[in-house]
């Protein structure tokens, strides 16, 4: 794994969250939305195979602060072993009562060349995270350090993330809307049909912006419609 961007991953950057869920339904996939999430700022869209870490409750004495000095503290090692080119996705079983990670963990992360961090907890720090340039995802800010209720026991095992399951290597796509997971087998042809119809849904805008109807447009059950839309394409050069 490396930070080069193939082809699927730059189809993958122009399209969004809203189209995606659309395709993967198409194939019987329905829970692949990561709910309750909110990105800190907005910007590109974020594309990556997901690196995860897994947190369970805290005991108190095992969760204290000299832990960290650990170097096999599965918080610490998952930062500093993430494969530039992943997003890191973190199960804190919802819980945003104490932080996931904060700003010196997410920095370590781009510095990394992460592409992006994900929580269904919260962040402590949240101001300078908002300031990295990569793209971050939590369900609320989270002041207090994650040792007070959370145990971090494993790196790359499959995990629960937004009430979404999230395996090592399943395809991480977030826009300003939120995140989805792509299951790793199905992303090339998700990517394509997604890029796809982005088009198609970009011509259909402007048809409606236009004054449209979107009986017969979209979907296209009027047999005009691809006809119009095959101009529109040569036209834009789509």
């Given at each position: 794994?490396?930070?080069?961007?193939?082809?699927?991953?730059?189809?993958?950057?122009?399209?969004?969250?809203?189209?995606l869920?659309?395709?993967?339904?198409?194939?019987?996939?329905?829970?692949?939305?990561?709910?309750?999430?909110?990105?800190?700022?907005?910007?590109?869209?974020?594309?990556?195979?997901?690196?995860t870490?897994?947190?369970?409750?805290?005991?108190?004495?095992?969760?204290?602060?000299?832990?960290?000095?650990?170097?096999?503290?599965?918080?610490?090692?998952?930062?500093?072993?993430?494969?530039?080119?992943?997003?890191?996705?973190?199960?804190?079983?919802?819980?945003?009562?104490?932080?996931?990670?904060?700003?010196?963990?997410?920095?370590?992360?781009q510095?990394?060349?992460?592409?992006?961090?994900?929580?269904?907890?919260?962040?402590?720090?949240t101001?300078?995270i908002?300031?990295?340039?990569?793209?971050?995802?939590?369900?609320?800010?989270?002041?207090?350090t994650?040792?007070?209720?959370?145990?971090?026991?494993?790196?790359?095992?499959?995990?629960?993330?937004?009430?979404?399951?999230?395996?090592?290597?399943?395809?991480?796509?977030?826009?300003n809307?939120?995140?989805?997971?792509?299951?790793?087998?199905?992303?090339?042809?998700?990517?394509?049909e997604?890029?796809?119809?982005?088009?198609?849904?970009?011509f259909?805008?402007?048809?409606?912006?236009?004054?449209?109807?979107?009986?017969?447009?979209?979907?296209?059950?009027?047999?005009?419609?691809?006809?119009?839309?095959?101009?529109?394409?040569?036209?834009?050069?789509?």
């Amino acid at each position: 794994m490396n930070g080069h961007i193939n082809v699927t991953e730059m189809k993958l950057m122009q399209v969004s969250t809203a189209t995606l869920t659309t395709v993967l339904f198409k194939r019987g996939l329905r829970n692949i939305f990561l709910q309750g999430l909110n990105r800190l700022h907005p910007g590109p869209n974020m594309v990556g195979p997901a690196y995860t870490l897994r947190y369970i409750p805290a005991r108190e004495d095992l969760d204290i602060l000299d832990s960290f000095a650990d170097r096999s503290n599965a918080q610490r090692k998952g930062v500093e072993e993430c494969p530039s080119g992943a997003v890191f996705v973190i199960d804190a079983r919802g819980d945003a009562s104490a932080a996931s990670a904060g700003c010196i963990l997410a920095a370590r992360l781009q510095s990394r060349g992460c592409r992006g961090v994900v929580t269904d907890g919260g962040f402590r720090d949240t101001p300078e995270i908002a300031g990295l340039s990569m793209p971050s995802y939590h369900a609320r800010p989270s002041a207090p350090t994650n040792l007070t209720k959370h145990h971090a026991i494993a790196i790359n095992d499959p995990i629960a993330c937004g009430g979404v399951s999230v395996f090592p290597g399943d395809i991480i796509v977030g826009d300003n809307e939120g995140v989805v997971c792509i299951p790793q087998h199905m992303a090339n042809e998700v990517a394509e049909e997604a890029a796809e119809m982005t088009v198609f849904e970009d011509f259909v805008m402007e048809m409606v912006q236009l004054g449209a109807s979107t009986f017969g447009l979209y979907p296209p059950t009027d047999p005009s419609t691809m006809d119009r839309f095959k101009t529109w394409r040569k036209e834009k050069g789509r």
